[in-house]
């Protein structure tokens, strides 16, 4: 989390200025340790499925658009048919995408380590969205 901070994809919001009567969302996250991982032994994962006090989820509340990406088969197939593929890795993608203003709200979270600061992620794209808005971006 404090790598979040250090490179601007969240802020800390005082619980004082938040407006608790209108539309807020929080979402639960936990890490995952992985021992054998050279290059990324801890990560964190957000959970936007998890339901709220209302029995209302993130991704319940988000629309859902059409699928823009191919089948994997089909990309598969693809690589059959040139004698050159290119790759490439996108470094903390999901992360990479700036949520405007008011929709940050939806987006918050609270730590463990900061239990008495409300903490509102600014970059965080949940994985319903990105699918969305990436093959636009290029």
Avoid at 12 to 26: A, I, L, P, Q, R
Avoid at 31 to 39: A, G, M, N, P, R
Avoid at 71 to 93: E, G, P, Q, W
Avoid at 100 to 128: A, P, Q, S, W, Y
Wanted: with cysteine; charged share 20%.
């Amino acid at each position: 989390m404090s790598e979040y901070l250090s490179l601007g994809q969240m802020e800390e919001v005082d619980k004082n200025s938040v407006d608790v009567k209108n539309e807020h969302f929080y979402i639960p996250h936990h890490h995952v340790i992985k021992e054998s991982s050279l290059t990324t032994r801890l990560r964190v994962v957000f959970n936007a499925s998890a339901k709220s006090s209302s029995g209302v989820s993130l991704n319940d509340t988000l629309m859902i658009g059409p699928k823009n990406q191919d089948d994997l088969f089909a990309i598969l197939l693809r690589f059959r048919n040139h004698s050159i593929a290119v790759t490439s890795d996108l470094l903390k993608v999901y992360r990479q995408v700036n949520i405007e203003n008011e929709d940050r709200k939806l987006f918050g979270e609270i730590t463990r380590h900061h239990l008495l600061k409300l903490i509102v992620c600014v970059l965080l794209l949940m994985e319903l969205l990105l699918p969305l808005i990436w093959p636009h971006v290029f």
